[in-house]
């Protein structure tokens, strides 16, 4: 759920170019997935963001501190809740409740900082804001270049529900239980325009 198009922007500029600008526009390809897993002490659950829904351009705005790091001032995705697909209406609507949905309606995804680790690997620095609390997250990135010019974008960020103050859904008089830890699965395609 989140991270996904700020670390694209990051990605887009160490890999295509050793020549950094101040800003550029990203755009996030079809064939993208943006996949939120969770568990129950029952089964797995996943919830798939409508990629169709992000079909605008991207703005950001970033500093190269040098040809290994990056910062951001500009470069935020935001993903509105009702974009995701449980598999069920049962389960969109819990999804929903979970994530405060009628106060909070978007989940915030803030590109801070990129590091360059090697060639294909990126160590990434965002905010996410769920239910209106930010949190900080590093997480690992793989990056490939695709043979029309575009790169792809792949990553995982596991993220404890309860340091948002999300309380997981009881199901059945309490027997089914939702795990607090989801992870956002991303495998973004990226273009620059």
């Given at each position: 759920?989140?991270?996904?198009?700020?670390?694209?922007?990051?990605?887009?500029?160490?890999?295509?170019?050793?020549?950094?600008?101040?800003?550029?526009?990203?755009?996030i390809n079809p064939e993208s997935t943006l996949v939120i897993k969770g568990k129950t002490n029952v089964s797995q659950f996943y919830c798939n963001?409508?990629?169709?829904?992000?079909?605008?351009?991207?703005?950001?705005?970033?500093?190269?501190?040098?040809?290994?790091?990056?910062?951001?001032?500009?470069?935020?995705?935001?993903?509105?809740?009702?974009?995701?697909?449980?598999?069920?209406?049962?389960?969109?609507?819990?999804?929903?409740?979970?994530?405060?949905?009628?106060?909070?309606?978007?989940?915030?995804?803030?590109?801070?900082?990129?590091?360059?680790?090697?060639?294909?690997?990126?160590?990434?620095?965002?905010?996410?804001?769920?239910?209106?609390?930010?949190?900080?997250?590093?997480?690992?990135?793989?990056?490939?270049?695709?043979?029309?010019n575009n790169v792809r974008v792949k990553g995982n960020i596991e993220i404890d529900i309860l340091q948002y103050n999300l309380e997981p859904p009881?199901?059945?008089?309490?027997?089914?239980?939702?795990?607090?830890?989801?992870?956002?699965?991303?495998?973004?395609?990226?273009?620059?325009?």
């Amino acid at each position: 759920m989140k991270v996904i198009i700020l670390l694209i922007t990051v990605i887009l500029q160490l890999s295509l170019s050793n020549n950094f600008k101040n800003n550029t526009t990203i755009k996030i390809n079809p064939e993208s997935t943006l996949v939120i897993k969770g568990k129950t002490n029952v089964s797995q659950f996943y919830c798939n963001y409508n990629i169709a829904k992000l079909n605008h351009d991207i703005s950001v705005d970033f500093s190269a501190i040098d040809n290994q790091k990056m910062t951001f001032n500009k470069a935020e995705l935001k993903l509105n809740n009702t974009f995701f697909d449980c598999g069920n209406q049962i389960m969109n609507k819990d999804f929903r409740t979970l994530l405060k949905s009628k106060t909070y309606p978007n989940i915030y995804i803030n590109l801070l900082e990129v590091e360059k680790q090697s060639d294909n690997k990126l160590l990434v620095q965002l905010a996410i804001e769920l239910a209106g609390i930010s949190k900080q997250f590093k997480i690992p990135v793989i990056i490939e270049k695709t043979c029309n010019n575009n790169v792809r974008v792949k990553g995982n960020i596991e993220i404890d529900i309860l340091q948002y103050n999300l309380e997981p859904p009881k199901k059945l008089l309490g027997m089914v239980k939702v795990d607090n830890t989801i992870n956002v699965l991303f495998n973004l395609s990226l273009s620059t325009l």
